[in-house]
């Protein structure tokens, strides 16, 4: 028995996608109300279709709805534009709709055709589509990120052209400057530059260390810890001393070794 087609509320409709997929999915769908008029997607023969997954892009719909009505064209949205966006009564029946999924609009050839596949979407039990050859998860990512990424060899190319075309413009600011280098502007004055062939140090963190460390070497360098004679005289007590303090600790511990030895031959 057909069910009562109700043009504001959304009807569903069973899909499997693959044999071997013993679950099915569904599909809401609906006639396409808009406030607005447009062009591509006429309301007296366009069908709202909501809750598309990923992996069913445009010619999946072109199969799937073009078996049951002459379908003129497909269009699929990325992102989910729900009735909730159309009229303030469809933000109430849109609950259940996964927002997560996509939409679609299935244009077809007239208005005949709309009505028709309409009652025969209420009508049948499920719709069967093969989506085996299409990329999903793992596999889809993968080759969206190597399509996202730049081919090395062309990358290196266009990056020796810029190279190439950047000297050639140095080059020849080079020479325009040293061709004014002396003359007198409009006004009568002449631009002054300094050239200098000193390397420009990076400011790098590795290398402001670097010069941190090269500033406190030459500062140590340039103290003068012993500037008067009683300071050199002080300074030559206290390393006399100091061997001395080290050559008694070293007479104990030969002492000590040899008092610890087991083996006395005299």
């Known amino acids: 028995?057909?069910?009562?087609?109700?043009?504001?509320?959304?009807?569903?409709?069973?899909?499997?996608?693959?044999?071997?997929?013993t679950s099915a999915h569904y599909l809401f769908f609906r006639r396409h109300l808009s406030k607005e008029?447009?062009?591509?997607?006429?309301?007296d023969r366009t069908l709202f279709v909501a809750n598309v997954p990923p992996y069913c892009n445009e010619a999946c719909l072109q199969r799937l709805f073009g078996d049951i009505g002459k379908v003129e064209s497909v269009y699929r949205e990325e992102t989910s534009v729900l009735l909730a966006k159309e009229s303030e009564?469809?933000?109430?029946?849109?609950h259940g709709v996964n927002q997560v999924y996509s939409v679609a609009f299935i244009i077809y050839t007239d208005s005949k055709e709309l009505e028709k596949s309409i009652k025969e979407l209420c009508q049948v039990k499920m719709l069967k589509a093969d989506v085996t050859t299409m990329k999903t998860g793992l596999a889809k990512w993968c080759s969206e990120y190597a399509a996202n990424r730049p081919n090395p060899q062309k990358l290196q190319k266009e990056v020796d052209n810029f190279m190439l075309n950047y000297d050639k413009e140095k080059k020849k600011e080079e020479e325009e400057a040293k061709e004014k280098e002396g003359m007198a502007d409009e006004d009568g004055w002449v631009t002054v530059t300094?050239?200098?062939?000193?390397?420009?140090?990076?400011?790098?963190?590795?290398?402001?260390?670097?010069?941190?460390?090269?500033?406190?070497k030459k500062?140590?360098?340039?103290?003068?810890?012993?500037?008067?004679?009683?300071?050199?005289?002080?300074?030559?007590?206290?390393?006399?001393a100091d061997l001395r303090r080290k050559f008694e600790e070293d007479k104990q511990k030969i002492a000590a070794?040899?008092?610890?030895?087991?083996?006395?031959?005299?």
């Not at 009564?89 to 849109?94: F, I, M």
């Not at 963190?205 to 500033?215: F, G, R, S, V, Y």
């Not at 070794?257 to 005299?266: E, G, L, S, V």
């Open 194 to 216: 300094k050239k200098t062939k000193k390397k420009v140090v990076q400011r790098t963190e590795q290398k402001q260390e670097w010069l941190k460390a090269k500033e406190a």
């Open 37 to 43: 008029e447009d062009l591509r997607r006429p309301a």
């Open 89 to 94: 009564q469809s933000k109430t029946e849109s």
């Open 257 to 266: 070794m040899k008092a610890a030895r087991r083996f006395k031959p005299y």
């Open 219 to 240: 500062a140590k360098q340039r103290e003068h810890v012993n500037f008067y004679a009683f300071q050199m005289k002080q300074s030559k007590r206290d390393y006399i």
């Open 1 to 21: 028995m057909a069910r009562e087609i109700n043009l504001r509320k959304f009807d569903a409709v069973q899909v499997q996608f693959s044999d071997d997929n």
